[in-house]
């Protein structure tokens, strides 16, 4: 068994500063202001849009995303309903073979510290899990079969496609103090990240301590 930590990958390109002009283009169709696009015009008027409330025009620009999740994040992942998913399935993935390295992968409880006896607890119910799963396909079960007795814990793969809109709606629903703490983990990551690699767009989020 493999415990690793979760994680994302930014699918498609980030260019902070082309995603700004493409929002402008679309956007000053509705004043007929294309005239006044200039080298350093586009965070002003994106800023503007954004101040306004008139994120329709965010929907123009989508980003893809990887994450690596538990299974229990991803079920919350995907009901941001306005996005494109694709996911690693437990039907058809037979976590007994060698490209999974003959092991199953769980993603480690950011809400638990080592060698505690609640991560004892949660390590051995693990543990039991893989044991179990591998149990199950020795007597002839499908992949689709033994994962029944796999664990919220279990690693899976989702990538999540969203325009700018939603990855907005999705920060602002998914970093709140109300959300699972591993879900707030994945996802203050990603928001610092857009924050990092685009201008205007994620600066207003905030995320509460």
């Not at 800023?47 to 919350?76: P, Q, T, W």
């Not at 992949?143 to 325009?163: F, G, Y």
């Amino acid at each position: 068994m493999k415990i690793i930590k979760t994680g994302f990958h930014i699918l498609s390109p980030a260019n902070g500063a082309e995603i700004l002009k493409s929002i402008e283009q679309a956007g000053r169709v509705c004043y007929k202001s294309e005239d006044k696009i200039t080298d350093g015009s586009a965070e002003k008027f994106v800023a503007g849009i954004i101040k306004r409330g008139h994120e329709a025009v965010l929907e123009h620009e989508s980003i893809r995303v990887k994450f690596i999740v538990d299974r229990g994040v991803s079920h919350e992942i995907v009901r941001n309903r306005l996005a494109a998913y694709c996911q690693e399935s437990t039907r058809y993935c037979n976590y007994s073979k060698d490209g999974f390295g003959n092991e199953i992968t769980v993603i480690e409880p950011c809400f638990l510290e080592h060698d505690t006896p609640q991560w004892v607890a949660w390590e051995s119910a693990m543990k039991n899990a893989e044991f179990f799963y591998f149990r199950m396909l020795d007597l002839g079960c499908s992949p689709q079969e033994a994962r029944s007795v796999l664990p919220n814990s279990l690693k899976t793969e989702v990538v999540m496609t969203a325009n700018i809109r939603e990855w907005r709606h999705f920060f602002k629903l998914r970093t709140s103090l109300a959300a699972h703490p591993q879900m707030r983990e994945v996802a203050i990551s990603l928001l610092q990240e857009f924050q990092r690699l685009i201008p205007v767009l994620f600066d207003d989020i905030e995320v509460a301590a």
